[in-house]
């Protein structure tokens, strides 16, 4: 096991209680802070080199939303990090009754690549707020940031101790691993574990941590399905499904795998999803420095054959020297069809046609449930229709991408989507044990008295009396 | 696959959007009400017959404890219900984000024996209030009220969404093939790694309500007779079958010393002096366990007790002194009506023996310096914590409860069911207009475009102008 003394060393870490005092983790989060200030250059860099991500794209995930989720953890970590006291009933009534935030004690983060600094990140900052030791293992795919986390995270974290193990320190590590190290790694007992990726992957994370009883917070994807009601205004819709379809060439979790629509909106959407394209891209965009590329041979071979499924419309060009797909809108599509088997995770964009919502609605539930459903409509009970007849991680109504946005919403999947949630205050409660106390006072005793045996009908009544909760509002008095 | 049939049904119904509105769950919930006032009298007389269990014990938890449960939550189920709205941005100024309350879908729900009506009526109600349908799969163990329970709830609740299944464990690992959307379970951790392992198949959410060795520290400075009393209620109260009672005390010579004659007298007090004689003290619940924990009695010496009867399985409220770490009685959870007491020379001894073991469901600590009980608390962990008390801190339902590492992973009672069963699904309602607002952040990029997104979406650090 050639991770057993990495954990062990971050375990002995945890057990010292190095990483309870509310100074301390404000200290690494600030770091992290640091880190991200630091190294930003280096970040737009790395993930230019990895992907061909668009520094305006990786300025806003990479830098701006982790440090959002630093500063509404740091602004917020004392009032989350107290004891919160909870109502009582008569019995308990001079007791103190709260719920204790403890760490979980040692986690594994699992970051995936589309957006590897933030989504290794975002988890990170609660993992430290919640007090844990924390191992996280960026992606071996993005190969640039890998190294650059590898290097310099380290360095602003925890200090090393060891000096025979310049990349370890004593309550933050950072592994990099390919496929079966990582499975070496998920051998050993984690006390929490975060990972974000591929549903055939969760599977295997998660039976791997119930080997140890190990909570698990999945964050995995789907097809997200992007219903346009006929009532909407079509050049705004097209903007905002195009933005989120091709941002990150289309490497998103939470992007618009598909739309929904009737053949009459289909007429409209097609222009309109053209103007939009070229307002972004212009006429080539393979010339567009805001258009980025696929992330590698693999992933570019396994897209580029999905635009063989209906007819291409819009783009449909690939250059596989740069791993480059054009933004791409395909039509005439049949459920059966390769673009409609696997979450796409590329630049392109099928629109599958269908009569009215209710077919839609019937076309979403036959499916796994997504990371999020996306409905477009100006008539507010079109959407609320839609959010209220199918089930999905998230929902946004007249846009894509944005509720990941607001730290006060959780983000999560549901089903083949994942399980957990996290971001802001729901990142702190996720890696967070929240334990029930009770500390009563040593006398009174007369009161406990009514619970011992020698049991008898008298005191069954009085404890009843003193204990029970009763159902409200069914007094004809209100 | 044997239960296909009856999970597809419930499917089904579930996709039907039956159990959604709240009239049906509060309709449910009400016919839980009235199943636990029409049979109480049966549940009484089964768990007699299960387990010797006494009526004043049953009532308590079987009847009274759910019907708070239930109150608690049709008292506020429309409030849980509500979606929740949360802060927004300067983006998001104009839109609604709220977080929807949604069912997962089908849950399944497998009880234990020891609290055969309480561990799956509990988590039942909070499924249903957050508009599930259910599967419940009593204990196969407890047959009076597996019967009961099989043959009457479904007479209470819409067979449509509702199901009881009774099966033995080569049944439940049939069960288990099929994808649930959660499976709450209660009972030891190694079938917990079973569910969970059965879980990941289908990537369904679980909660594992586990067990473990809860400690007991008992400090020199404390209430001698008071501690006693509270103790051997949670050790010996329904015969030690019990996840969260006090499975071993920790104290120091000295201690155990003035402990062993106050103990005696609890005992004494509570089932006199014949305790087989007492209608006040319940039996293990089966041949197999009896044997199991028979066998634990070889551990130290026996103190107080220490007699047992098998055609009845009764053990006698046995204390047992002297207690090695390496005994068997401090090898597995006891579960049954024998305390071991294992001498620790001070509290650190004590909270290092605590940490050095699997993280249990409880740790309760007894002291009358309320700095030592916060000592305990602060430097172990465990699933909930009781000062001063045992078991008390599982009957407000404002706690959650839960265990942590090998005593599990999820919490619930009160709202937390009601959580525990709901998808908490992240909203946002935009505004199809005011696209002028959208225009800085689609390419073409810009420097210019990238000042002013930084300043409508960041969240700034407070606290650090000197001026307040």
Redesign the interface.
């Known amino acids: 096991n050639p991770y057993a003394g990495l954990v062990s060393r971050l375990r002995a870490a945890w057990?010292s209680?190095k990483t309870r005092p509310m100074e301390y983790r404000v200290a690494q989060l600030e770091a992290l802070g640091h880190f991200l200030n630091k190294k930003k250059q280096d970040i737009l860099e790395a993930t230019a080199l990895d992907m061909g991500k668009?520094?305006?794209?990786a300025?806003?995930c990479e830098i701006?939303?982790c440090?959002?989720e630093?500063?509404?953890t740091?602004?917020n970590l004392s009032h989350w990090m107290k004891d919160e006291h909870?109502?009582?009933?008569l019995?308990?009534r001079l007791d103190s009754?709260f719920?204790?935030k403890?760490p979980?004690?040692v986690v594994l983060i699992i970051g995936p690549w589309n957006y590897p600094i933030n989504l290794l990140l975002g988890p990170l900052i609660g993992a430290i707020a919640a007090g844990n030791c924390v191992i996280v293992k960026p992606s071996e795919m993005t190969k640039n940031i890998e190294r650059l986390v590898s290097e310099a995270l380290p360095s602003y974290l925890d200090k090393a101790r060891c000096s025979l193990c310049p990349h370890l320190m004593d309550c933050f590590a950072v592994v990099t691993a390919g496929v079966e190290e990582t499975t070496r790694l998920l051998e050993n007992k984690f006390?929490y574990i975060f990972y974000t990726g591929s549903?055939s992957v969760?599977?295997i994370v998660?039976?791997a941590?119930?080997?140890h009883?190990?909570?698990v917070t999945?964050e995995?994807g789907g097809k997200n399905p992007c219903y346009v009601s006929d009532t909407?205004?079509v050049?705004?819709?097209a903007?905002?499904v195009a933005?989120g379809r091709f941002f990150n060439a289309g490497q998103t979790c939470i992007a618009p795998d598909y739309v929904l629509c009737s053949a009459e909106m289909r007429e409209k959407l097609l222009p309109a999803l053209r103007k939009a394209i070229t307002?972004?891209?212009?006429p080539n965009p393979q010339e567009?420095?805001?258009?980025g590329r696929i992330v590698g041979d693999k992933q570019f071979q396994r897209v580029q054959p999905l635009l063989r499924s209906g007819r291409v419309v819009i783009g449909g060009q690939t250059d596989e020297k740069e791993r480059y797909i054009a933004p791409t809108v395909l039509v005439d599509l049949q459920p059966s069809d390769p673009i409609m088997q696997e979450e796409i995770f590329g630049p392109i964009l099928p629109i599958v046609i269908v009569a009215n919502m209710d077919e839609a609605i019937d076309f979403i539930?036959s499916r796994e449930r997504p990371l999020v459903v996306y409905a477009?409509?100006?008539n507010?009970k079109v959407?609320?229709q839609v959010?209220e007849?199918t089930?999905?991680?998230?929902?946004?109504?007249?846009?894509t991408l944005?509720?990941?946005?607001?730290?006060?919403?959780?983000?999560?999947g549901?089903?083949?989507s994942?399980?957990?949630?996290y971001?802001g205050k729901f990142t702190f409660d996720t890696f967070t044990?929240?334990?029930?106390?009770?500390?009563?006072?040593?006398?009174w005793?007369a009161i406990?008295a009514l619970?011992?045996?020698?049991?008898?009908q008298k005191?069954?009544g009085i404890?009843?009396a003193a204990?029970?909760?009763?159902?409200?509002?069914t007094c004809t008095l209100l």
């Open positions: 057990l209680g668009p520094p305006f794209e300025e806003f701006l939303l440090n959002n630093l500063h509404d740091l602004n909870v109502d009582k009933n019995v308990t009754a719920i204790r403890d979980y004690g006390d549903p969760g599977r998660m039976t941590a119930a080997k009883l190990t909570p999945l995995l909407c205004d050049q705004n819709v903007q905002r933005w307002d972004f891209y212009g567009s420095p805001d258009f539930n477009f409509s100006s507010n959407v609320n959010l007849r089930s999905s991680g998230g929902f946004c109504g007249n846009d944005m509720h990941v946005t607001l730290t006060s919403l959780p983000f999560g549901i089903g083949n994942g399980l957990g949630m971001h044990h929240h334990r029930g106390c009770l500390h009563r006072g040593m006398g005793e406990n619970r011992y045996p020698p049991y008898s005191k069954l404890i009843r204990s029970e909760v009763k159902r409200k509002g």
